[in-house]
């Protein structure tokens, strides 16, 4: 055996790079949070505001968005193991940019479905099972305390994030 296989990583030391992917799993559960789960309320009121639509046609389209991103969130780890989690990441987080313009946009219903579909993918690539996936690649030992502190983001985005959108 050569000396590498003998390297021991030392998940405690402030220098472990896997805490960089901590911080940067805490930004996607913000935005995600934000975006995707905590930004359905605000979704409603507005396009209610703007539209007139009842909230039974907006309501319809986030029961949509949770039901079809459930369905896709099963493939996450698929994803990760072809793609690597960095690109599921951005493909995650672009996708929820999109689907932020897209619902900026919204004239009729039907688009309204299109970008929730599209948050529906976004919300895939950028919420638990994405989180636990990556950081599951880097800790072993500290994996629950590095899940744990990457999660708070979600806190942070309804915290943060409902406000700001």
């Known amino acids: ?97 999109v689907a932020a313009v897209s619902l900026g946009q919204v004239r009729e219903p039907w688009q309204l479905y299109l970008a929730d579909a599209a948050l529906a993918f976004g919300w895939a690539g950028m919420s638990l099972g994405m989180i636990t996936n990556t950081l599951g690649l880097w800790f072993d030992k500290k994996r629950g305390m590095a899940i744990s502190l990457a999660l708070n983001g979600a806190s942070f985005g309804g915290i943060a994030g409902v406000p700001c959108l």
């Open 1 to 97: 055996m050569d000396a590498a296989s003998h390297i021991t990583i030392d998940e405690s030391s402030v220098r472990y790079d896997g805490w960089r992917i901590v911080a940067v799993c805490f930004l996607v559960a913000t935005f995600g949070w934000a975006f995707g789960f905590y930004g359905q309320s605000v979704y409603l009121a507005e396009l209610q505001r703007q539209h007139g639509w009842p909230a039974s046609l907006i309501s319809g389209a986030t029961t949509f968005f949770y039901l079809f991103g459930a369905a896709i969130v099963v493939f996450v780890n698929e994803a990760v193991k072809i793609f690597g989690p960095r690109n599921c990441l951005v493909a995650g987080v672009c996708a929820t940019a």
